[in-house]
């Protein structure tokens, strides 16, 4: 597999260790010791994915994550000992993909990265030759972009597989347990996921997220894209 992967991990050994197998993927792997540097060498080299630990030192994990969020959508795998469903539910809510725990199996880790650059892949390969509309959105699956009038509204892998999901479902519900099969492919995971990236994506369409109008939650059936906003240009 051909790829770049950037691991920020302030453990020297263990940043090797994960590097040492990756490469026998055939990846191009880089490390750094802290977030600051990982910045200052994303300005120059483009990483397809990223392996983030939360304990860093000075800025932490959780803000990199923030900050690089912001403008990019490359795959995010955190990976680190914080084990609390709070540790999870944050890093999913600032726009990981993968949360993996420490202590784990090189080679298990290697895999779930190879996994991850496949579906990300996959996603930017998709050729569909129309747009869906909904409100002031336009959701380009050629591109795999979405945009409100002409800004691109930045989303990650994973936000845009749900979005995209539910807008070829044209206003029907789906719940989350068929959302998280369909893009997760693994009908024994977490469905909590899809209730963070729902929130996720309320927050980057919705003027008010506590009272969404676009992406709708129907009671005991999920969620579903507004009918009434399907088609328009308008807001």
């Known amino acids: 597999m051909k790829g770049n992967v950037l691991i920020?991990?302030?453990?020297?050994?263990?940043?090797?260790?994960?590097?040492?197998?990756?490469?026998?993927?055939g990846l191009e792997v880089k490390y750094t010791e802290s977030a600051e540097d990982a910045l200052t060498l994303l300005d120059g080299w483009k990483s397809d994915l990223i392996i983030l630990d939360l304990n860093l030192p000075g800025m932490d994990g959780f803000e990199f994550l923030q900050t690089w969020r912001k403008n990019h959508d490359t795959p995010v795998m955190i990976v680190s000992a914080r084990?609390?469903?709070?540790?999870?539910?944050?890093?999913?809510?600032?726009?990981?993909?993968?949360?993996?725990?420490?202590?784990?199996?090189?080679?298990v880790l290697s895999a779930r990265v190879c996994a991850l650059?496949?579906?990300?892949?996959?996603?930017?390969?998709?050729?569909?030759?129309?747009v869906f509309r909904f409100g002031a959105f336009t959701l380009d699956y050629d591109s795999c972009t979405l945009k409100k009038g002409d800004e691109k509204i930045a989303l990650s892998a994973k936000e845009y597989e749900v979005l995209a999901f539910l807008c070829k479902q044209a206003g029907h519900p789906e719940g989350p347990e068929r959302i998280y099969s369909e893009i997760w492919k693994n009908q024994y995971g977490d469905?909590?996921?899809?209730?963070?990236?729902?929130?996720?994506?309320?927050?980057?369409?919705?003027?008010?997220?506590?009272?969404?109008?676009?992406?709708?939650?129907?009671?005991?059936?999920?969620?579903?894209?507004?009918?009434?906003?399907?088609?328009?240009?308008?807001?």
């Open 8 to 25: 920020i991990e302030d453990v020297r050994e263990l940043a090797e260790l994960i590097a040492l197998y990756l490469r026998k993927e």
């Open 83 to 107: 084990n609390a469903d709070e540790d999870l539910i944050t890093g999913l809510g600032y726009g990981a993909d993968e949360f993996v725990t420490k202590p784990f199996s090189p080679k």
């Open 117 to 130: 650059l496949r579906r990300a892949r996959t996603q930017e390969s998709v050729v569909v030759s129309h």
């Open 191 to 235: 469905v909590t996921t899809i209730a963070v990236h729902i929130q996720r994506l309320r927050k980057k369409i919705e003027d008010d997220p506590t009272n969404p109008r676009y992406i709708e939650t129907v009671h005991a059936k999920g969620y579903r894209i507004n009918p009434d906003y399907i088609g328009e240009n308008g807001s």
